[in-house]
């Protein structure tokens, strides 16, 4: 299984992005789809993730500003940030939960900056 992540780039204090997440093929019965972030000399950390049933979990320090969503028919997981900080400034990976597996997408740069 392989997962492509794209919407990464340079924003500024304040802005949005959005971040999407799609599987190489068709799965059936994803478990629990979410993202991760990793910045610069710290470990990678959950950001959200979100159940097949739509339950969603979010970090204390994006609740509120980042919304996480699924497409089940489509095999995507998004995640929208608003009101973005600095501190957001990260590579995001987008991780799967498949059949007792876990998956990692390769990562997208997400650079908040003025």
């Known amino acids: 299984v392989q997962l492509q992540a794209s919407g990464g780039g340079l924003v500024q204090p304040g802005g949005s992005l959005r971040l999407s997440c799609a599987a190489s093929?068709?799965?059936?019965?994803?478990?629990?789809m979410g993202w991760y972030r990793q910045a610069p000399g710290k470990q990678r950390e959950l950001v959200a993730d979100?159940?097949?049933?739509?339950?969603?979990n979010y970090s204390d320090s994006v609740k509120g500003r980042f919304t996480i969503s699924r497409n089940n028919a489509k095999n995507t997981v998004d995640l929208q940030m608003n009101s973005l900080k600095a501190e957001d400034t990260a590579v995001y990976y987008c991780?799967?939960?498949?059949?007792?597996?876990?998956?990692w997408g390769q990562g997208t740069l997400v650079t908040v900056s003025s």
């Open positions: 991780k799967i939960n498949y059949w007792f597996n876990d998956y």
């Open positions: 093929r068709s799965l059936f019965n994803i478990n629990t």
């Open positions: 979100i159940t097949s049933a739509g339950g969603t």
